[in-house]
Nanobody
Framework: QVQLVESGGGLVQPGGSLRLSCAAS????????MAWYRQAPGKERELVAT???????NYADSVKGRFTISRDNDKSTVYLQMNSLKPEDTAVYSC??????????WGQGTQVTVSS
Protein backbone atom coordinates (compact mmCIF):
# COMPACT_ATOMS: atom_id res chain seq x y z
CA GLN A 1 0.00 0.00 0.00
CA VAL A 2 1.28 3.43 -0.96
CA GLN A 3 2.23 5.75 1.87
CA LEU A 4 2.32 9.52 1.50
CA VAL A 5 3.88 11.61 4.26
CA GLU A 6 3.62 15.39 4.04
CA SER A 7 5.69 17.81 6.12
CA GLY A 8 6.91 21.38 6.27
CA GLY A 9 3.76 23.26 7.16
CA GLY A 10 3.44 25.81 9.93
CA LEU A 11 2.39 29.29 10.91
CA VAL A 12 3.79 32.08 8.76
CA GLN A 13 3.06 35.78 8.36
CA PRO A 14 1.61 37.16 5.14
CA GLY A 15 4.37 37.57 2.59
CA GLY A 16 6.37 34.74 4.10
CA SER A 17 7.56 31.45 2.61
CA LEU A 18 7.33 27.75 3.34
CA ARG A 19 8.62 24.64 1.63
CA LEU A 20 6.45 21.56 1.81
CA SER A 21 7.67 18.01 1.21
CA CYS A 22 5.79 14.83 0.41
CA ALA A 23 7.60 11.53 0.61
CA ALA A 24 6.07 8.53 -1.11
CA SER A 25 6.89 4.92 -0.41
CA UNK A 26 6.10 1.52 -1.89
CA UNK A 27 5.83 2.84 -5.44
CA UNK A 28 8.08 3.48 -8.40
CA UNK A 29 7.70 7.20 -7.85
CA UNK A 30 9.26 8.27 -11.14
CA UNK A 31 6.39 6.72 -13.11
CA UNK A 32 3.72 9.07 -11.82
CA UNK A 33 2.53 12.59 -12.41
CA MET A 34 2.24 14.06 -8.94
CA ALA A 35 0.14 16.88 -7.56
CA TRP A 36 -0.32 19.07 -4.54
CA TYR A 37 -3.83 19.77 -3.27
CA ARG A 38 -5.20 21.89 -0.46
CA GLN A 39 -8.37 22.00 1.56
CA ALA A 40 -9.42 25.04 3.55
CA PRO A 41 -11.96 24.80 6.38
CA GLY A 42 -15.47 24.40 5.02
CA LYS A 43 -14.27 24.12 1.43
CA GLU A 44 -13.67 21.30 -1.00
CA ARG A 45 -10.21 20.05 -1.77
CA GLU A 46 -8.68 21.92 -4.68
CA LEU A 47 -5.76 21.26 -7.01
CA VAL A 48 -2.76 23.52 -6.46
CA ALA A 49 -0.07 22.25 -8.83
CA THR A 50 1.01 19.24 -10.87
CA UNK A 51 4.34 17.92 -12.10
CA UNK A 52 4.74 15.25 -14.76
CA UNK A 53 7.28 12.46 -14.94
CA UNK A 54 9.37 14.69 -17.17
CA UNK A 55 9.15 17.72 -14.92
CA UNK A 56 6.50 19.77 -16.72
CA UNK A 57 4.45 21.81 -14.31
CA ASN A 58 1.03 23.44 -14.08
CA TYR A 59 -0.47 25.69 -11.44
CA ALA A 60 -3.81 26.92 -10.28
CA ASP A 61 -4.30 30.55 -11.24
CA SER A 62 -4.47 31.52 -7.57
CA VAL A 63 -0.87 30.40 -6.92
CA LYS A 64 0.80 31.00 -10.29
CA GLY A 65 3.98 33.01 -9.91
CA ARG A 66 4.14 32.39 -6.16
CA PHE A 67 4.37 28.60 -5.79
CA THR A 68 6.82 26.19 -7.40
CA ILE A 69 6.38 22.43 -7.55
CA SER A 70 9.40 20.17 -8.00
CA ARG A 71 10.36 16.56 -7.54
CA ASP A 72 13.33 14.38 -6.64
CA ASN A 73 12.74 10.91 -8.03
CA ASP A 74 15.77 9.47 -6.23
CA LYS A 75 14.15 10.46 -2.94
CA SER A 76 10.59 9.69 -4.06
CA THR A 77 9.66 13.16 -2.90
CA VAL A 78 7.66 16.04 -4.33
CA TYR A 79 8.09 19.58 -3.03
CA LEU A 80 6.05 22.76 -3.00
CA GLN A 81 7.93 26.02 -2.51
CA MET A 82 5.43 28.65 -1.45
CA ASN A 83 6.40 32.33 -1.53
CA SER A 84 4.46 35.55 -0.97
CA LEU A 85 1.94 33.65 1.10
CA LYS A 86 -1.51 35.14 1.66
CA PRO A 87 -4.12 34.45 4.33
CA GLU A 88 -6.25 32.75 1.69
CA ASP A 89 -3.50 30.13 1.26
CA THR A 90 -4.38 28.80 4.72
CA ALA A 91 -5.33 25.13 4.32
CA VAL A 92 -4.24 21.56 4.85
CA TYR A 93 -1.91 20.65 1.99
CA SER A 94 -1.64 17.10 0.68
CA CYS A 95 0.01 15.36 -2.22
CA UNK A 96 -1.26 12.56 -4.42
CA UNK A 97 -1.51 11.50 -8.03
CA UNK A 98 -2.83 14.00 -10.53
CA UNK A 99 -6.55 14.46 -11.23
CA UNK A 100 -8.06 11.98 -13.66
CA UNK A 101 -6.13 9.09 -12.16
CA UNK A 102 -6.91 6.62 -9.42
CA UNK A 103 -5.58 8.39 -6.38
CA UNK A 104 -3.91 6.64 -3.50
CA UNK A 105 -5.09 6.83 0.11
CA TRP A 106 -4.49 10.33 1.38
CA GLY A 107 -1.76 11.06 3.90
CA GLN A 108 -2.33 13.16 6.98
CA GLY A 109 -1.49 16.37 5.14
CA THR A 110 0.37 19.35 6.57
CA GLN A 111 -1.31 22.45 7.97
CA VAL A 112 -0.34 25.83 6.55
CA THR A 113 -1.62 28.88 8.40
CA VAL A 114 -0.92 32.37 7.07
CA SER A 115 -1.74 34.98 9.66
CA SER A 116 -0.28 38.04 11.29
Amino acid sequence: QVQLVESGGGLVQPGGSLRLSCAASRIIFSLYTMAWYRQAPGKERELVATITRGGSTNYADSVKGRFTISRDNDKSTVYLQMNSLKPEDTAVYSCNRAPGTTRWDWGQGTQVTVSS
